[in-house]
């Protein structure tokens, strides 16, 4: 049997993560036969969300999908993690609003979660 990878998601509660997160479950990001352990990771305020997320999930009886678990710290999500897809970021392209103006917001985000990789 193939080893359990764990798979940590940035902005897991967010509506990308929403859209994702299924096919990830399901095998399409990985394969039909690798066994994963997802990691919801987001911010403590989006906890309730990402627990119904999580039950979703789990409702898929997806037979990839080994096991789930919330992450509100970054230090508890990116312990033990084979992949992260990092999908945080602290505001979506707004109108007027260039990708380097985007990027130069959101990279406070990644500078941290990169020093804690």
Same mark, same amino acid.
């Given at each position: !049997? %193939?080893? @359990?990878?764990?798979? *940590?998601?940035? =902005?897991?509660? =967010?509506?990308? =993560?929403?859209?994702?997160? /299924?096919?990830?479950?399901?095998?399409? #990001? +990985?394969?039909?036969?690798?066994?994963? &352990? $997802?990691?919801? +990771?987001? $911010? /403590?305020?989006?906890?309730? *969300?990402?627990?119904?997320?999580? @039950?979703?999930?789990?409702?898929?009886?997806? /037979? *990839? $999908? !080994?096991? %789930?678990? @919330?992450?509100? %710290?970054?230090?508890? #999500? +990116?312990? &033990?993690?084979?992949?992260?897809?990092?999908?945080?970021?602290?505001?979506?392209?707004?109108? =007027? !609003? %260039?990708?380097? !103006? $985007?990027?130069?917001?959101?990279? /406070?985000?990644?500078?941290? &979660?990169?020093?804690?990789?």
């Amino acid at each position: !049997m %193939t080893s @359990i990878i764990r798979v *940590v998601v940035t =902005g897991a509660a =967010g509506q990308i =993560g929403y859209s994702i997160l /299924p096919k990830i479950a399901l095998g399409l #990001a +990985f394969g039909h036969k690798q066994p994963i &352990h $997802l990691v919801l +990771f987001d $911010l /403590p305020v989006c906890e309730n *969300v990402m627990k119904g997320v999580q @039950i979703e999930l789990e409702d898929l009886a997806s /037979p *990839v $999908l !080994m096991g %789930t678990s @919330i992450a509100t %710290t970054g230090e508890e #999500a +990116f312990k &033990h993690a084979d992949f992260i897809i990092c999908l945080a970021g602290a505001l979506a392209l707004g109108e =007027g !609003m %260039t990708r380097a !103006m $985007l990027t130069s917001k959101n990279k /406070p985000i990644y500078e941290s &979660h990169g020093k804690l990789i």
